[in-house]
T-cell receptor, first 117, second 111 residues
């Protein structure tokens, strides 16, 4: 089973709201990722967690706050977002993130379509 | 720096035609991995293939086939006898400290 689930599927929020995106996998993977994808562009990496520790932060603004409560769960807390943050947010997982290289296959969830008003 | 180029922005074909998607990459690594993903309109990226730089064998999976040529730094993808369900954006990606994605090729298969 190569399933990654994400909730909610759609989210509309105001610039003063606080919301969270959730991601879950039950494949025993120890690496999890958050990506942001704008229309007609490839996904852009935001964060990498390896063994529940933050390994990479791609200079993401602090209004995005990731959290990895356990090896199966990944959250993305959102606060004071801007309209330009509207995008598809994708979560992915892979067996490991080893030696600083993304060589393992990443399996992606269906994404959360976020609209910031 | 790692770089992936998918020169074809959009390809439109009629059902049952074959379609080939080009992927050219640049890397200084001697060991690397290449990937293809499919993104249908629903949004989810679907993994298609992962190839190690030492394995230059071509691969066939059903109507899909891949041609890896290290000499030309290319990893091309062919859909044989295309179907409407193949309509999607296809991304080629290269392993680095992250996945380096190409810009993607939008394939539209018309009935």
């Amino acid at each position: 089973d190569t399933e990654v689930t994400q909730t909610p599927k759609h989210l509309v929020m105001g610039m003063t709201n606080k919301k969270s995106l959730k991601c879950e996998q039950h494949m025993g993977h120890r690496a999890m990722y958050w990506y942001k994808q704008k229309a007609k562009k490839p996904p852009e990496l935001m964060f990498v967690y390896s063994y529940e520790k933050l390994s990479i932060n791609e200079s993401v603004p602090s209004r995005f706050s990731p959290e990895c409560p356990n090896s199966s769960l990944l959250n993305l807390h959102l606060h004071a977002l801007q309209p330009e943050d509207s995008a598809l947010y994708l979560c992915a997982s892979s067996q490991v993130y080893g030696s600083g290289r993304a060589t393992d296959t990443q399996y992606f969830g269906p994404g959360t379509r976020l609209t910031v008003l | 720096a790692q770089k992936v180029t998918q020169a074809q922005t959009e390809i439109s074909v009629v059902e049952k035609e074959d379609v080939t998607l080009d992927c050219v990459y640049e890397t200084r690594d001697t060991t690397y991995y290449l990937f293809w993903y499919k993104q249908p309109p629903s949004g989810e990226l679907v993994f298609l293939i992962r190839r190690n730089s030492f394995d230059e064998q071509n691969e066939i999976s059903g109507r899909y086939s891949w041609n890896f040529q290290k000499s030309t730094s290319s990893f091309n993808f062919t859909i044989t006898a295309s179907q409407v369900v193949d309509s999607a954006v296809y991304f080629c990606a290269l392993s680095d400290y992250k996945l380096s994605f190409g810009a993607g090729t939008t394939v539209t298969v018309r009935a």
